[in-house]
């Protein structure tokens, strides 16, 4: 069995939802990042990127040539990190250090990273000045409107200030920088800056593989319900980079996950492929920690603020759980 990564040369796994607890706690990080060494005790794991995929073989930068009956694309969103564990720790020491050094924090961007890191900072630093800004409307706008003030209301509450249709100009930044302008000519002073816009596809190697013609215009893979991709029998894509018509969440991405093993599992046994089994959205359920004690939970008819969500998600983020899953110590 061949692990093949692509746009991904890290020695280990990073539990992504737990990056915003390091970055206030970098010792949480010491559970979060995962050596690949650790779980996947019978996997060859290769990490260079991929640069091209054939009929039979995926093509690597540093010029290997490996052979598959099988394929998965899980490249995901493209997520510019350390390549090794060590130096992934060092970064979460550095941006912790910035927090603490500063006296007022800038946000930019009010999706579920910036509300979730706005809250981490707020509960553990309350001294210090938050300020977020958001080019939309509202907060969450993947989540109803209700969610979404009820989110406003407890960030407001915490003295953060929170700047709706106004953007920052990105190629203005500096770490150096303590003035920042936003679109609507409004001055911000902060000490530091986090930037928490949404990230682009990791697809865009695909475009020059036998996979060009299974890209949407948006880049997305275009799969099957069985999650295959469209026009291939042996090649699945999972997660973010799908074109399914979903929130692009982690628990999602592993419900794919697990689908997809099972249908290896059947096609290596020869099951013909009208047995695969197929992959449905549900509700759109959502779950947003708002530090460690509290947090938001968008349910079938019934939003949630408070402890009881908090208790889901936000004392652990699931680490636990995961880790559990992998076959690790929680």
Same mark, same amino acid.
């Given at each position: 069995?061949?692990?093949?990564?692509?746009?991904?040369?890290?020695?280990?796994?990073?539990?992504?939802?737990?990056e915003?607890?390091?970055?206030?706690?970098?010792?949480f990080?010491?559970?979060?990042l995962i050596y690949?060494?650790?779980?996947?005790?019978t996997?060859?794991?290769?990490?260079? *990127?991929?640069?091209?995929i054939?009929e039979?073989?995926?093509?690597?930068?540093?010029?290997q040539?490996?052979?598959?009956?099988?394929?998965?694309?899980?490249?995901?969103?493209v997520f510019?990190?350390a390549g *090794?564990?060590?130096? #992934?720790?060092a970064?979460?020491? #550095?941006?912790n250090g910035?927090?603490?050094? *500063?006296?007022?924090?800038?946000i930019?961007?009010? !999706?579920?990273? !910036?509300?979730?890191?706005a809250?981490?900072?707020?509960?553990?630093?309350?001294e210090?000045?938050?300020?977020?800004?958001?080019?939309g409307s509202?907060?969450?706008?993947?989540?109803?409107?209700?969610a979404?003030k009820k989110c406003?209301?407890?960030?407001?509450?915490?003295k953060?200030?929170?700047?709706?249709?106004q953007?920052?100009?990105?190629?203005?930044?500096?770490?150096t920088?303590?003035?920042?302008?936003?679109?609507?000519?409004?001055? /911000?002073?902060?000490d530091?800056?986090?930037?928490c816009?949404?990230?682009?596809?990791?697809? *865009?190697?695909?475009?020059?593989?036998?996979?060009?013609?299974?890209?949407?215009t948006?880049?997305r893979?275009m799969?099957?319900?069985?999650? #295959?991709?469209?026009?291939?029998?042996? /090649?699945?894509? /999972?997660g973010?980079?799908?074109? /399914?018509?979903e929130?692009?969440?982690?628990?999602?991405?592993?419900?794919h996950?697990l689908?997809?093993?099972?249908?290896?599992?059947l096609?290596?046994?020869?099951?013909?492929?009208?047995?695969?089994?197929?992959?449905?959205?549900?509700?759109?359920?959502?779950?947003?920690?708002? !530090?460690?004690?509290?947090?938001?939970?968008?349910?079938?008819?019934?939003?949630?603020?408070?402890?009881?969500?908090?208790?889901?998600?936000?004392k652990?983020?699931?680490?636990?759980?995961?880790r559990?899953q992998?076959?690790?110590?929680?």
């Open positions: 069995m061949k692990m093949i990564s692509s746009d991904d040369r890290k020695d280990y796994l990073e539990i992504t939802w737990a915003l607890r390091s970055t206030v706690e970098p010792s990080a010491e559970r979060s690949h060494r650790d779980y996947l005790t996997a060859t794991i290769v990490t260079s *990127s991929a640069v091209n054939t039979h073989a995926v093509l690597t930068a540093d010029g040539s490996l052979a598959y009956d099988y394929l998965v694309v899980a490249t995901g969103h510019a990190s *090794s564990r060590t130096e #992934r720790l970064e979460f020491q #550095r941006d910035k927090i603490k050094s *500063s006296e007022s924090v800038l930019i961007g009010g !999706g579920p990273t !910036g509300v979730e890191l809250a981490e900072i707020a509960v553990d630093y309350p210090k000045k938050v300020t977020l800004v958001h080019r509202r907060l969450l706008d993947f989540i109803d409107q209700k979404s406003l209301d407890w960030l407001t509450s915490k953060v200030d929170v700047l709706f249709q953007s920052v100009d990105l190629k203005s930044l500096s770490d920088e303590k003035f920042y302008k936003t679109s609507a000519g409004e001055t /911000i002073t902060a530091c800056h986090f930037v816009i949404g990230k682009p596809l990791s697809s *865009s190697w695909l475009h020059d593989t036998i996979l060009k013609e299974s890209l949407d948006k880049g893979v799969v099957e319900k069985d999650l #295959r991709v469209k026009g291939y029998n042996n /090649i699945f894509a /999972i973010d980079i799908t074109d /399914i018509p929130i692009k969440q982690g628990y999602l991405a592993q419900k996950a689908l997809v093993a099972k249908n290896l599992k096609l290596i046994k020869g099951s013909p492929p009208s047995k695969l089994a197929t992959y449905s959205t549900g509700f759109p359920l959502a779950i947003v920690s708002l !530090g460690r004690k509290e947090g938001l939970a968008q349910l079938p008819y019934l939003t949630l603020t408070g402890c009881i969500p908090g208790m889901l998600k936000s652990d983020l699931f680490v636990g759980k995961t559990k992998m076959g690790l110590n929680a």
